[in-house]
């Protein structure tokens, strides 16, 4: 079955910088990896998403990279803000979806 | 994003006690999901219905049940089979296009379960 390992676990970086989160997956026909920003107390909301015949989708400050080859993809988000400290998570999809374990982006002023 | 609902926000349970978490969603969805969050966890699959009457166990169905006789509801009962249940419960629905998990999930605010 599927597995996704996420990475770090937690990130701190300074307002304006860039954030990047790295997610691997097992399972070559893993075909969908959406990725989920839940703010504290809240419900995971989806941020963005990529399917395996696209190697790169942005939205604003938002982008997902996909290596198909090295089985990984990461979330970049640039010129970061304090409303973009949360938990964010990634997921992978064969037959189920699996979720990492998550990431806590701190933005420090 | 008032799409889907969950209640009770908080909930407790005794032991040897069944409990059931309400999920209802009015985005005409047809298919939906229970997941379980632990701290420092992420979300594990508990249950998946892709269409009224039919539903599929997910990584860890164990002491939990399910049932969907309504396209808008899907209820999760927590059985006194599962022995660790203090979790919190989140619930999704999605578009179905002919196999599951390949569209976006919209969540509900989550159910908090605690053992008195």
């Known amino acids: 079955g599927e597995n996704v390992e996420q990475h770090p676990s937690t990130l701190s970086v300074q307002e304006g910088d860039s954030a990047v989160i790295k997610c691997t997956y097992s399972?070559?026909?893993?075909?969908?990896f959406p990725w989920y920003k839940q703010e504290l107390g809240k419900r995971p909301q989806l941020i963005i998403d990529i399917r395996s015949n696209v190697g790169e989708k942005k939205d604003q400050r938002i982008a997902v990279t996909l290596n198909k080859t090295a089985k990984h993809f990461s979330l970049h988000i640039t010129e970061t803000q304090p409303e973009d400290s949360a938990v964010y998570f990634c997921a992978a999809r064969d037959d189920k979806i699996i979720f990492g374990k998550g990431t806590r982006l701190h933005i420090l002023p | 994003d008032g799409g889907i609902t969950q209640s009770p926000k908080y909930l407790f349970r005794k032991e040897g006690q069944n409990v059931t978490l309400s999920c209802e969603q009015n985005?005409?969805?047809?298919?939906m999901y229970w997941y379980r969050q632990d701290p420092g966890q992420g979300l594990r699959l508990i249950y998946y219905s892709q269409i009224v009457n039919d539903f599929q166990k997910g990584d860890i169905a164990e002491g939990y049940s399910v049932s969907r006789e309504k396209k808008e509801s899907f209820p999760l009962t927590v059985t006194s089979a599962q022995k660790n249940p203090t979790a919190f419960y989140l619930c999704?629905?999605?578009?179905?296009?002919?196999?599951?998990?390949?569209?976006?999930?919209?969540f509900g605010d989550g159910t908090r379960l605690s053992i008195l």
């Open positions: 399972d070559s026909a893993s075909n969908y």
């Open positions: 985005l005409n969805h047809d298919a």
């Open positions: 999704a629905s999605s578009t179905w296009t002919g196999s599951p998990f390949n569209q976006p999930q919209h």
